[in-house]
């Protein structure tokens, strides 16, 4: 995703096109991890953590990002893809956390059966999660 993509993802959710928020969506969308909440910190560290937290929270409840938690308990967050919408996600995918490097992948190229749910249930997001170790992490043991 390029830089005007990302523009156009904020005026699509009638968001400010703000630095610091083109610099979470860039950062993210360049990785095919899930990215920590240390780790935005670190690399947003020109801005104060209260705003940090205020960009996450939108971008979550818009649908622009999802987030996961590895297995360490952190939160972590990844880009959401296009069908997840304000106050209702999509993101029916396996979160695969890798208990070497930790990593959190969103794995979308499973076919996960639709779920049915109980009447009177109305599910407004579902993350599922596996661990394991990654092909990087398998690789290196390997050696
Ligand atoms: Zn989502
Ligand atoms: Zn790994
Ligand atoms: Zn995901």
Redesign the pocket.
């Known amino acids: 995703m390029s830089k005007h993509n990302f523009e156009e993802l904020l005026d699509k959710h009638h968001l400010k096109k703000t630095g610091p928020r083109l610099k979470v969506l860039s950062m993210m969308a360049s990785k095919n991890t899930a990215t920590s909440q240390p780790d935005l910190e670190s690399v947003m560290s020109d801005i104060d953590r209260v705003t940090l937290y205020r960009i996450l929270n939108a971008f979550e409840k818009k649908g622009i990002i999802h987030k996961v938690f590895d297995l360490n308990g952190t939160a972590n967050y990844a880009m959401c893809h296009s069908n997840c919408e304000e106050h209702h996600h999509h993101d029916e995918h396996l979160h695969f956390n890798?208990t070497?490097?930790k990593?959190v992948y969103c794995l979308d190229d499973l076919n996960l059966p639709p779920l049915k749910l109980p009447d009177g249930f109305k599910m407004e997001g579902f993350t599922l999660y596996a661990n394991g170790?990654?092909p990087?992490?398998a690789g290196a043991i390997a050696k």
């Open positions: 890798c070497i490097c990593n170790t990654c990087k992490c």
